[in-house]
């Protein structure tokens, strides 16, 4: 390695130090499975594909045929703040999964495995830097893998419940950098420096209810446990000055950084379904109060193994690091409702139209200090289409449907005043729109 290089490294070390991003699961900003996102997600009491998994896992039980499911997605973000674009990534992802029913007797249940997968990357983290304005929730926060196991019982006609377990990975980093330094002879310098990283597992649960109260209503009730990843990143340097005798700079860093975090939420459903029309409307609760700083905590010591030397140069042997800032979070409730219609009903196809709104208040304060989180309210409106094969023998025992589904988002005009008149980034001004489209194709088995 060349003598200059390790100097890069450090930088990216200490650059790396205020990494930190926080955010719920992908789901949560793509939505998942294309029928549930064109009915805006409000599909709590009714809701029996893949898309069960993340919705309301006692969905999983509602039908008796084996379910295969696959969906592309894709979302585009028109962010700006102060007028000027703040160039957020189109995220693309794939959706797929399975749902397997059983029964022992009248005792019936179902299992479910459910999987989105970024199209670009298995997981990114962006350092958030103070003075340095962006969205929160829409920057990295679709950027991860979303896996969640569950299963469903339905002991009763009226009354199944499901859970299950959803798993994120967050990891350990170590950077270890050993070389010299030579103050006389700078090409004779050397660095050597190696990486290496550990990913973790965690687990969190979640729970739901759906009770089938007759012919056309039903209700649901689901629970999603808070998770968050913390991210460990350690760098340990040891280089030697030549040509002074055992003198040697000696760095020793460690920061922990939350990366992604998911509040704790409940929501609650109801739906009216008949042979033509179904209506659903959904209220979720998001405990967003206790999301933890965003900002890093790091301990960084510097040191010289000459005492004397080091007290010359005046140099600490321990350097101030970030420390957590509170963020003022709120809670906060998110409405949700949707309606479709069958407009089509042929002897071999069926094609329902859907349409959906959802309105959530953002959970992020006006950004009037130091951070500069960015965040909107977000009006959503969605619409879906699903043409239904349901008479396929003797090629297919059983019924194809295919889903298409377009979002738009409007994230209205949010200022935000700083109280010092020499803050260094002054006020701000965010807006923006996004747009959704996807699409899935579902197997189901008699």
Not at 316 to 339: F, H, Q, T
Request: glycine share 8%.
């Amino acid at each position: 390695m060349r003598p200059h290089s390790f100097l890069p490294i450090l930088s990216l070390v200490f650059a790396g130090v205020i990494a930190a991003t926080a955010s719920a699961s992908p789901p949560d900003t793509l939505g998942f499975g294309s029928r549930s996102i064109g009915r805006a997600g409000a599909v709590t009491a009714d809701v029996d594909d893949f898309s069960a998994s993340y919705y309301n896992p006692a969905g999983l039980a509602r039908g008796e045929s084996l379910r295969i499911d696959l969906g592309y997605l894709r979302l585009h973000s028109g962010l700006s703040i102060n007028g000027v674009d703040s160039n957020i990534e189109p995220v693309g992802a794939l959706n797929v999964g399975i749902v397997a029913p059983g029964r022992f007797g009248n005792f019936r249940f179902a299992f479910g495995v459910s999987l989105l997968l970024n199209d670009q990357r298995m997981s990114r983290t962006r350092s958030a830097i103070l003075n340095r304005p962006r969205w929160e929730l829409y920057d990295t926060r679709p950027h991860k893998v979303f896996l969640t196991t569950n299963l469903a019982i339905r002991p009763l006609d009226w009354l199944i419940l499901g859970g299950g377990i959803t798993f994120q990975a967050p990891s350990e980093l170590t950077l270890q950098l050993d070389g010299g330094a030579d103050i006389v002879d700078p090409s004779g310098a050397r660095a050597e420096h190696m990486f290496t990283g550990d990913l973790m597992s965690i687990r969190y649960p979640q729970a739901g209810i759906q009770i089938l109260a007759g012919k056309c209503l039903s209700f649901g009730v689901t629970y999603r446990g808070s998770f968050l990843l913390q991210n460990t990143l350690r760098a340990k340097a040891d280089i030697d000055i030549l040509n002074l005798a055992d003198v040697a700079l000696l760095l020793d860093l460690i920061s922990l950084s939350r990366t992604t975090y998911g509040p704790q939420q409940v929501a609650i459903g109801a739906a009216f379904n008949r042979d033509f029309i179904r209506a659903s409307f959904d209220l979720t609760w998001l405990d967003w109060s206790k999301h933890p700083s965003l900002i890093s905590s790091d301990e960084i010591d510097l040191d010289l193994t000459d005492p004397a030397l080091a007290q010359a140069l005046n140099i600490p042997s321990e350097i101030a690091g970030n420390r957590a800032i509170p963020l003022g979070l709120k809670d906060r409730w998110v409405p949700r409702m949707s309606v479709e219609g069958r407009v089509l009903d042929a002897e071999k196809a069926k094609l329902w139209l859907r349409a959906g709104y959802a309105f959530e208040r953002s959970p992020f304060p006006p950004q009037t200090g130091a951070i500069n989180f960015i965040d909107n309210d977000r009006h959503s409106l969605t619409f879906g289409t699903e043409l239904i094969f349901d008479k396929l023998e003797p090629f297919i025992k059983g019924d194809l449907s295919w889903n298409l589904h377009f979002l738009y988002a409007h994230l209205p005009e949010r200022e935000h005043i700083k109280e010092s008149l020499v803050d260094p980034v002054g006020d701000l001004v965010s807006r923006g729109r996004q747009f959704g489209v996807g699409t899935q194709l579902s197997m189901r088995f008699r």
